[in-house]
């Protein structure tokens, strides 16, 4: 899966609108979907904010209102046949330093002056992810925010999005309105290079060939542009970029059925464009 950051657009529970009486305000209080004018939706980037150190450290328990909406969001998904998130604690820090941000400026966003983007928010928690996207809201209550982001076209695709599979929301109560945050991620798993060096070799095993040990060679081959390193030359090699370490590219699978090759060795490196989106760098060395 290659690594996306999805727009949303951004929900506002506005206090003062002027072509709207007080009357029309308290009802949208009561009745979301009947008052949608009463918020502004608008487009925005998924942005997010600096973390600190001392929250970083704490995971605190899900609030109520943060279980509410976990719940309505898996319900609305299992009513669709997709299947239900996991509450990610990194992501849920993440979440929580948003949305402390938000209130303590009363007004929501995804990047406010001086802030790092999302990714980079999620990554500094401690996720490990392919794909990221944001929801924010501000409203009276927890049940207006789920209503309020079901029925946004950008919000609601972000909840039923089938590619993500975790999410951390955070909630923070200020004079009396909610300020909510949902960071939702499709999770890579965290893996050292020997250990992405074995996966790979089981997959290559599976296919047929006989996988010798990783070798230094292969593993500076991973780290070349082009060519190989080492005297023993290679009849194919394979360089590619995955944040899925458990499926072969088509092209390498298509090479293996040839039937053209019967041993392999497989090098790991670190990816030469460090971003916060976790992939992996495989080299596979092909030899008949």
Sequence with gaps: MAATH????????RR???DISLAAKR???NRVSSSMRAFKLSGALILAVAPSLHLLAQAPAPTIAERFLLAA???????RGLPRLH???QLALAARLHAYEMAKR??????FPGEQDLAARAGDAGAHFSLVTENVAEAPNSAEIHDLWMNSEGHRANLLDPNVDSVGIAVIQSRGEFYAVEDFAHMVQHLSLVQQEATVSDLLARSGLRVDAPAEDARQTCQLSTGFA?????WFVMRYTSSDIHRLPDQLSDRIATGRYREAVVGACVPEHQTPFTSYSIAVLLFP
């Design 16 to 18: 003062a609108i002027q």
């Design 27 to 29: 009802t949208a209080r």
């Design 230 to 234: 080492g005297n023993r030359r290679p």
């Design 6 to 13: 999805r727009n949303a657009s951004v929900v506002r529970f």
């Design 87 to 89: 509450f990610d604690d």
């Design 73 to 79: 969001a898996n319900q609305d998904r299992t009513a």
């Design 106 to 111: 009363h007004t929501i966003s995804h990047r």
